[in-house]
């Protein structure tokens, strides 16, 4: 799809906001721990090789992605850092992650060596074997298969460098700490049938690192918090001002007087009490923008701005307070005078979490990147 870059709608990310909240981080971390940022999903939306690069520069030593095409986009761009696939690779690319230097999760011995067979003499794959401690994902189930494929990898480490071990959290951004405790204590019988720990053993993502400091582990994945995405919405603070690193504005494009008793938008939902103001903002659904926040705001001059009418593919229409200009700013997310609406605003209204509004944002709208 192309971007369009012939409309005022844009998604400002702020380079400064994702370096900062990593260095808040790291200066965190016990000394020679690593924080790998995970750039998943375009990078939460906010645009995969820059959040690479703002990463970096603020001293992520890796990163994280969920599937092997974002792995070798970062490769293509030039990161020489290690980095690690979060989800299953099919075997059958084995070769690619050998000959691109890319981590793996691995969960199954079969995979392994379905993964062997495919190998090219000489070509090494660096394995990050997955526990599952309870979020019933993917990973080993239990010690004894643990063993095994550290078994099978040792037996075959001309194919296999088993460079990490990790385990995932279901509950870290929650107040109750018991079914965390559960995963910490199945964890802890995992490493204890390894006869060697790997070079990489790490157990948190934001959450796990913002709130639980007790977990081992000399790596985290460091994922919503880099974009200044608080893993629990509001109910848990931060340890420090986590910043929000993406910003939604559109403008006016239309603006009219409209009489009492005319309607907007599909399905006339929406009629005028009385003569008001109507703006058009050229955003939509097909944007990302959900079409379930007919109703919520946006800010329009400090002011908040109610949704009236059904958002359309690529149009949604407001009250305004008074004429504006064509022209004028509209905030979709982020502050405009005194007033903000944050990502958990529009999460909330819609129904679902910060992490899932920030990466449905399309590629229709254009990143533009600044602090640079
Ligand atoms: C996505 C993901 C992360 C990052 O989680 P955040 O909550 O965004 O920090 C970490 N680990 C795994 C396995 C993931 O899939």
Known sequence: MNAGTHRPTVLKVDAQAIRQNIKQE????????????VIKANGYGHGLTHVAK???EAGATGFCVA??????????????QPILVLGIVDPQYAQILADQKISVAVGSREWLETANKKLHSGAKVNVHLALDTGMGRIGFQEPAELKTAESYLNEHSNHFLFEGIFTHFATADEVDDHYFETQVARFKQFMAVLTKRPKYVHVANSATSLWHDACTGNMIRFGAATYGINPSGRVIKAPYALQ???TLSSALVFVKKIKK?????????YTAPEDEWVGTVPIGYADGYPRCLQGFH???DGQFCEIVGRIC?????IRLPKAYAPGTEVVLVGKSGQRQISLVDVAEQAGT???EIACSFSERIPRVYVND
Do not use: C, H
């Open 67 to 80: 599937i092997l095409d974002e792995a070798l986009e970062l490769r293509e761009a030039g990161f020489t």
């Open 353 to 355: 979490i910060n992490y």
């Open 313 to 317: 593919m690529d149009q949604l229409m």
């Open 54 to 56: 703002y990463a970096a």
């Open 261 to 269: 008793g005319r309607s907007v938008s599909y399905g006339a939902t």
């Open 26 to 37: 790291l200066g965190r971390l016990k000394a020679g721990s690593e924080l790998f940022a």
């Open 244 to 246: 929000p690193a993406m």
């Open 298 to 300: 946006v800010l329009v």
